[in-house]
């Protein structure tokens, strides 16, 4: 979310001395400060901003204008490939279901900020080196201004590597990963969240934030003091992070997930659910991506092309909501676009705290 702010301050002292002030002088000057002042006002209405009065020394008009930016995938329904055609007057977005105007559509103009978050499971392992081996290639997948970090996880979480847009050290730290051992258990709400605060440390304000997650999807019940499902969707909502995910299966995590969801674990999962890799990409927008060994590399490669394809879609809210307040999104693409580019699929973040 971007803030602009401008002040207009309207002194309200009058300077008296050995010159006389007439009151036809006076009563042209108050008209003139109150045309600029209706005029600043007129001016803030008609761009949708947010107007506040205050008085110090003056008469000041502070002018809030907030523009939000959402990130959108917008994939052909029958083949999946990005849809990269569109314009502004193609998309329809409601915040909490009252329809809003488009202000700007742009797509891969702003920056990435990428963070890659590893499962240290013995089950990711293996994918890891063959990962790391042709992490290079894939990374020159990324613009020059584009910066990556590296962290990963188990019971507890490492940064390996803080945002840098040097390829080179970000492989290293890939490498180094691809050594680490834990036989620890994996606890994927705290990985989440540790991430999405970690790309809250972005070098770039305005880049477009995202986790690409490689992982089997086999979380362990959380335990002793770490951060819930519920913190970790705040927190990845509050930074505007959109996560995805390269997933690894195996016949042991198919297993481990089957068995896991068992009706006896119910109680367990209802009260502190472990988390899940395609509630988190479901809810913020992302995509899972299924991997293996043989082509992790080129599956990052990939997942990086499409996350540079999405679109971002600006606006204006139109109600003003209290600061923290959730605020739903939804975003459709019109009919008329629909009948000339064929059906289409849209993933989009559920909402963004105000």
């Given at each position: 979310m971007l803030c602009f702010i401008a002040d207009v301050?309207?002194?309200?002292?009058?300077?008296?001395?050995?010159?006389?002030?007439?009151k036809e002088s006076m009563g042209t000057t108050l008209q003139i400060l109150t045309r600029i002042l209706l005029l600043a006002v007129f001016l803030a209405l008609s761009a949708g901003a947010r107007g506040q009065r205050s008085t110090s020394d003056g008469a000041v008009l502070r002018v809030t204008v907030e523009l939000v930016q959402v990130d959108?995938?917008?994939?052909?329904?029958?083949?999946?490939?990005?849809?990269?055609?569109?314009?502004k007057e193609d998309f329809q977005l409601y915040e909490d279901g009252v329809q809003q105007q488009v202000a700007g559509v742009s797509r891969d103009q702003l920056p990435l900020s990428v963070v890659l978050l590893f499962d240290l499971t013995w089950s990711v392992r293996p994918v890891?080196?063959?990962l790391a081996a042709g992490a290079l290639e894939a990374l020159r997948h990324l613009k020059p201004q584009d910066e990556v970090a590296v962290m990963v996880y188990a019971a507890e979480v490492q940064v390996l590597q803080d945002f840098t847009t040097d390829r080179e050290q970000v492989t290293a730290a890939i490498e180094k990963a691809s050594e680490m051992e834990s036989s620890e258990a994996?606890?994927?709400?705290?990985?989440?969240?540790?991430?999405?605060?970690q790309l809250?440390?972005?070098?770039?304000?305005?880049?477009?934030r995202t986790i690409i997650w490689l992982t089997d999807n086999v979380p362990d019940i959380p335990s002793g003091r770490v951060y819930s499902e519920k913190d970790a969707f705040g927190e990845v909502?509050?930074?505007?992070?959109?996560?995805s995910a390269l997933l690894e299966r195996s016949a042991f995590s198919d297993f481990i997930v089957a068995y896991s969801k068992n009706p006896i674990f119910a109680p367990f999962r209802g009260h502190s659910p472990p988390g899940d890799v395609y509630k988190y990409a479901e809810r913020t927008g992302g995509e899972v991506m299924k991997c293996n060994k043989e082509n992790v590399s080129a599956k990052l490669a990939q997942l990086i092309d499409e996350i540079r394809t999405r679109y971002t879609v600006g606006y204006y809210p139109s109600v003003k909501q209290p600061k923290g307040k959730f605020c739903e999104i939804k975003v459709q693409i019109t009919t008329e676009a629909q009948k000339r580019e064929g059906r289409m699929l849209v993933r989009t973040k559920k909402g963004y705290y105000r």
């Open positions: 301050a309207v002194s309200s002292h009058k300077r008296f001395g050995s010159v006389a002030v007439s959108v995938q917008v994939l052909e329904k029958k083949t999946r490939r990005p849809v990269g055609s569109l314009s890891l080196k063959p994996a606890f994927f709400n705290e990985a989440v969240f540790q991430a999405s605060a809250d440390k972005a070098s770039n304000p305005r880049s477009r909502f509050e930074t505007g992070t959109v996560v």
